[in-house]
């Protein structure tokens, strides 16, 4: 079998010494190439430090705070909003203002608190002045966000408003079109559901939104 055909696992830490050691000793069996893998091996915390450290895209040079995400690691529910507000940008927390105070209440109808589900945004900066996030910045931005899924692993993901169910499925859907259908995502359930503050906006809707919170809570039980 062609050396090019076969499998080899290797592990050794990656150092300038063993590295040179390691094709030297390839050199030495006639072997002129070799392809290295990385393991996986990703953490949260790891992909947190290097979300802080983000600069791909122009909100690096307004924000005052990257909003990572926070809660439960191992959640069951991950509930996805859009972006960082004034308030998230000052504090790098997700959802703490006005909005959040409201998912906090759509929360606590499941029977849970913002600690045991995993609560997270599109974008980890803050738009100015609140703008919807563009194209390219969800571009740069959607890597963190399916990184944090294939971590967490949720039984159930929860979208707020249009751009997080958007951004998953790579589609352009009204809410209102889209709102408590239940949805497969990758193989995982997703319900989308309204926007906090649009539900600030449109108090009419509170009632639709409770009806999702009741179906998350049976399809946790579930
Ligand atoms: N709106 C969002 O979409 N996310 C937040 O974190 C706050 C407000």
Redesign the pocket.
């Known amino acids: 079998m062609p050396f090019a055909e076969q499998t080899h696992v290797m592990k050794f830490s990656v150092t300038e010494q063993n590295i040179k050691g390691f094709l030297y000793a390839l050199k030495g069996m006639g072997i002129n190439s070799y392809v290295f893998e990385r393991e996986s091996g990703l953490t949260l915390p790891f992909l947190q430090k290097t979300v802080k450290g983000c600069r791909k895209c122009p909100l690096a040079e307004t924000r005052n705070n990257v909003?990572f995400g926070e809660g439960n690691n191992n959640a069951k529910l991950m509930f996805i909003?859009?972006?960082?507000?004034e308030e998230?940008d000052v504090q790098g927390r997700?959802?703490v203002?006005k909005?959040?105070k409201l998912l906090d209440q759509l929360i606590e109808r499941i029977g849970l608190r913002r600690e045991n589900v995993y609560i997270c945004?599109v974008l980890k900066c803050r738009p100015p002045n609140n703008r919807d996030p563009e194209e390219k910045e969800i571009a740069s931005c959607k890597d963190y966000l399916l990184s944090q899924l294939e971590l967490i692993k949720p039984k159930i993901i929860c979208t707020?408003g249009r751009h997080a169910y958007n951004t998953l499925f790579d589609v352009n859907e009204r809410i209102t079109k889209v709102r408590g259908s239940l949805k497969d995502y990758k193989g995982t359930m997703l319900l989308p559901t309204y926007?906090p503050?649009f539900l600030l906006r449109n108090q009419d809707k509170i009632k639709e939104a409770w009806e999702d919170m009741e179906r998350l809570k049976q399809l946790l039980k579930g």
């Open positions: 909003v909003g859009e972006a960082p507000g998230e997700p959802f203002g909005a959040g945004n707020l926007h503050s």
